[in-house]
């Protein structure tokens, strides 16, 4: 079992930064393929990133690529996703996710176990 904790989110306006974090507990967090989605009202949930264990592979959507950053810091147990040159279509909910069998650009949500609480992130135009 891993537990994750989003924190960092907030109101912020267009063309600002955020950094989200992702505290995971519980079972070893390295081998797991770590992702970070988001929902929008209304909206279905959206995949955004995705970082192997091993901090060589990231992927992204292409509505945050150039713009979003995915990291991670195995010894602190965290991921990170550095938000820059936000837009108000940014706004959403957003969620880090855990699992040890999806690749970094599995963008289906149910194939992903674990799942924090959410954190809202608000850009104003």
């Known amino acids: 079992q891993v537990q994750l904790v989003e924190s960092g989110g907030g109101l912020v306006q267009a063309g600002g930064s955020l950094r989200l974090s992702c505290a995971a507990s519980?079972?070893?967090?390295?081998?797991?393929?770590m992702g970070w989605f988001r929902q929008a009202p209304g909206k279905e949930r959206e995949f955004v990133a995705g970082i192997s264990w091993s901090y060589t592979n990231t992927y992204y959507a292409d509505s945050v690529k150039g713009r979003f950053t995915i990291s991670r810091d195995n010894a602190k147990n965290t991921v990170y996703l550095q938000m820059n040159s936000l837009k108000p279509e940014d706004t959403a909910v957003y969620y880090c996710?855990?699992?040890?069998?999806?690749?970094?650009?599995?963008?289906?949500?149910?194939?992903?176990?674990?799942w924090g609480q959410g954190t809202q992130v608000t850009v104003s135009s």
């Open positions: 996710a855990a699992d040890r069998n999806v690749a970094i650009e599995t963008i289906d949500g149910d194939l992903w176990d674990y």
């Open positions: 519980g079972r070893t967090f390295s081998p797991y393929t």
